[in-house]
T-cell receptor, first 116, second 117 residues
Framework: GESVGLHLPTLSVQEGDNSIINCAYS??????FIWYKQESGKGPQFIID?????DKRQGQRVTVLLNKTVKHLSLQIAATQPGDSAVYFC???????????????FGKGTHLIIQP | GAVVSQHPSWVICKSGTSVKIECRSL??????MFWYRQFPKQSLMLMAT?????????EQGVEKDKFLINHASLTLSTLTVTSAHPEDSSFYIC?????????????FGPGTRLLVL
């Protein structure tokens, strides 16, 4: 994903509803994807990851879907709670690019707001 | 487990001074650490990859003489912003990759907010 722009997209959902956050990635060589949650003034917090040999992975209240054909990633959060309010970023990297470890390329981010 | 700390959490300095930021992996060893920068309402941008015992690798557009990185041990990497200017004001975040688990989850520090007056 390309990190540009001064304004983050915002998604507002009612408490208890499910939310879906989408991310488009650009590097077809990327084979490892991660979703992070970032609260104001804090570092990113790992939520869930998925490798390119999978198209779905579930965690506690979260599900990540990967569509490699259209280079799309989504994060589903079930039964949202006030504590889910944060900015969510997708990140991508290539595990097998050779040499040493690679840094992550972050998407633009989505600000999730939970309405009471 | 897998806790990464940063120090200081915030710093205010005058233009022209140098600022050192520390990144420590507290309960694991990390041969590779990464430094990111985040401007307000924007995403994280990778600045450089810090490798223990060798020179850092900088991303395109990042001045290596301005952002000095030292990774002297398996648990500590430092970023020094030399001759800081107001445009360097940003949120600096490091991450660490546990040794032996290459290209798996990176663990992020809490970030350091730098304000240059």
């Amino acid at each position: 994903g390309e990190s540009v722009g001064l304004h983050l997209p915002t998604l507002s959902v009612q408490e208890g509803d499910n939310s879906i956050i989408n991310c488009a990635y650009s590097n077809s060589a990327s084979d490892y994807f991660i979703w992070y949650k970032q609260e104001s003034g804090k570092g990113p917090q790992f939520i869930i990851d998925i490798r390119s040999n999978m198209d779905k992975r579930q965690g506690q209240r979260v599900t990540v879907l990967l569509n490699k054909t259209v280079k799309h990633l989504s994060l589903q959060i079930a039964a949202t709670q006030p504590g889910d309010s944060a900015v969510y970023f997708c990140a991508e990297t290539s595990m097998y690019s050779g040499g040493g470890a690679d840094g992550l390329t972050f998407g633009k981010g989505t600000h999730l707001i939970i309405q009471p | 487990g897998a806790v990464v700390s940063q120090h200081p959490s915030w710093v205010i300095c005058k233009s022209g001074t140098s600022v050192k930021i520390e990144c420590r992996s507290l309960d694991f060893q990390a041969t590779t650490m990464f430094w990111y920068r985040q401007f307000p309402k924007q995403s994280l941008m990778l600045m450089a990859t810090s490798n223990e015992g060798s020179k850092a690798t900088y991303e395109q557009g990042v001045e290596k003489d301005k952002f000095l990185i030292n990774h002297a041990s398996l648990t500590l990497s430092t970023l020094t912003v030399t001759s800081a200017h107001p445009e360097d004001s940003s949120f600096y975040i490091c991450s660490a990759e546990p040794w032996g688990r290459v290209r798996e989850t990176q663990y992020f520090g809490p970030g350091t907010r730098l304000l240059v007056l």
